[in-house]
Every structure is written in C-alpha cells, then in structure tokens.
C-alpha cells in the first residue's frame, strides 16, 4: 500500500510521508530524553553556549589535522552550514602555530548551475565560504597545499579518488537541513519505480558524491539562511558528497544550532538514529547504521514544539 503524500511537495519524499505514531514520539521529547537517546555507537552531546558550541566544533578540526605526518594524511570533511567555526579554525591553527600542510580537507557539497559547479566567484560558492573564512585566513607557513583541498566538481572523478582510501577521513562533519538531510542527501523524486514506496536504505546507502536535484525545503532553506529570502538566487540542483564518502569516515558529527532546522526536525533525526529507524524519506535517519555518529545540539536551539499562534 502507497504511503501518504508530503504535505509540502507530494511530488517529492520527506518526513511529512511518516508514520503518524513517529511523528508524534518525536514532537514529544524533551532536551533531557535526547541526552537519554545515547547507545553504543550513537552519542547525544549537549552544549548550553554558542561559544562552546562552536569552540567544540572547530577543535574537531585541530584533533583531527594534529594526527596528519606526511606519511600518513588526515583529514577532516567539512560543512558550510554552519560557518561560524570556521574563523575559529584558521584563529587556533595560527595560534598554536600548529603545521597543517599534510593535513586535507574535504568540501562536503557545492552548487551545480548551468551545467558545472558554480565557479569560486559565485556569491553563494561554497569554496568561496571556506577560502575566505578559514584556509585564507591561517598562515602560508602553516597552510596545506591547494592540492590537500578537495572541493567537488562537476566531474566528480578527481574528487572521489581522494576518497580511495590514501588519506584517512578522521571526521565528517555536517548540518542538518529542514529536509533532513547532510550535505545535500535529499530525499528523492516521488517517481517510477518510487511512486508508492521511496528507496531502500540499502539502494540509498550506494550513492556516491554525484549531482542532486533539490527538495523544494532545500531551496527556500537556503534561501532563508543565506540568500536573504530570495528563492530566484538559489540553484535547484547541487553537487553532494554521498553515502559511499560517508562510510569511508570514521566518525559523522552533525552540529545543530537551531538556525538551520526547526524544533521538530532536530528532535526527529534523533530520535530515529537512536532507535535505528533508517527511512529515505529522511535522509539523516541512515546514519542510523554507522557505527560512530555523535549529534551536537546548542540546548537553546532547540526549541518546543508546543502549539504556540503568533
């Protein structure tokens, strides 16, 4: 039997098409049950400032690069939503002089327009974002090469060969989007042989960083968070890292300060990643099945989802 339409694009897959039990579980907890959500495997991590929210996420940067020799490379897969650690990134490499060159990064997603990624150029270039808050900003005597610095492409070919297995990936970090999603993971179309049921985790699970089309969320999100409102400035496809890079990383932590998802979405993701609830209508919930996945949630984010009119 066909699952329920979305209630936001019924051409599309998204939470909206869950069981209505799941969905009221979720709503339902509170800041304290999320920290009890914890399993092996699975961590729930609470932060009650931003400054320390942030500090935490940019140290990630700083363990992982401090594992990097020449002989055996580190790297760090990173977000550009948020944004607000990565000054910090650049601020404590420099003044703690540490040598980053063997050190590698990964960009997580790009935008696609016109047939190729957008160009550094851009306005809403995400290697533009890195470049000029963090990689510009440390030291050229500390700095790694251009050529440790992964951005995805159009053709993906040269990108998924830093994934080979040469460079080691200590960490991926990641947002998560009001569609419920990492990078640009979005759920898929409501089409062919997915018109009455969306993929399984495991067909889901085998898609590597490729060019995506994008929910109907993901365009006014992003709009929203960095396009001033206007829909018209935001490509409706994108280049994303995918489940294969995923898998390669050794540990997944997604920061969540409430600016880029809502009380209920924050609440969701954790809830069916606690309870190993791996739906492709929501994207985030296959993490499910990695075995190192740590969520972190600034605890004023987070919001209620109390019925309130304003």
Excluded at 220 to 234: H, K
Excluded at 271 to 278: D, E, N, Q, Y
Aim: proline letters at 8%; aromatic letters at 10%; glycine letters at 6%.
């Amino acid at each position: 039997m066909a699952r329920k339409l979305s209630s936001i694009a019924p051409d599309w897959w998204d939470y909206t098409t869950l069981d209505a039990d799941l969905i009221r579980d979720a709503a339902a907890l509170t800041p304290q049950r999320m920290l009890q959500l914890s399993r092996p495997g699975f961590k729930v991590v609470m932060y009650d400032t931003l400054e320390e929210f942030y500090l935490a996420e940019a140290l990630e940067y700083i363990t992982a690069w401090r594992q990097s020799t020449p002989d055996n490379p580190v790297g760090i897969c990173g977000p550009i939503g948020p944004t607000e650690q990565l000054p910090l990134v650049a601020r404590l490499v420099n003044d703690l002089d540490l040598n980053v060159k063997s050190a590698h990064f990964w960009g997580m997603d790009e935008w696609f327009l016109d047939g190729r990624e957008v160009p550094p150029t851009h306005p809403l270039s995400f290697e533009k974002a890195d470049r000029e808050l963090c990689f510009n900003r440390i030291r050229r005597e500390l700095r790694m090469p251009d050529a440790n610095l992964h951005f995805p492409k159009a053709d993906t070919t040269a990108y998924r060969k830093t994934w080979s297995g040469a460079i080691r990936c200590a960490v991926m970090q990641g947002g998560q989007g009001d569609v419920k999603h990492w990078a640009f993971n979005d759920p898929p179309r409501r089409t062919g042989k997915y018109k009455n049921q969306p993929p399984a985790p495991e067909e889901y699970r085998r898609l590597a960083t490729r060019v995506v089309d994008l929910h109907p969320l993901t365009i006014a999100q992003n709009a929203r968070t960095s396009g001033g409102g206007n829909i018209s400035l935001v490509p409706t496809q994108a280049i994303s890292v995918g489940p294969v890079e995923t898998w390669k990383a050794e540990k997944v932590s997604i920061w969540q300060a409430g600016n880029h998802d809502n009380p209920f979405g924050q609440r969701l993701t954790c809830l069916m990643v606690s309870k190993r609830i791996a739906d492709t209508a929501v994207p985030m919930s296959l993490l499910a099945d990695h075995p190192n996945v740590q969520f972190n949630y600034y605890r004023h984010g987070l919001g209620s989802c109390e019925v309130e009119m304003h």
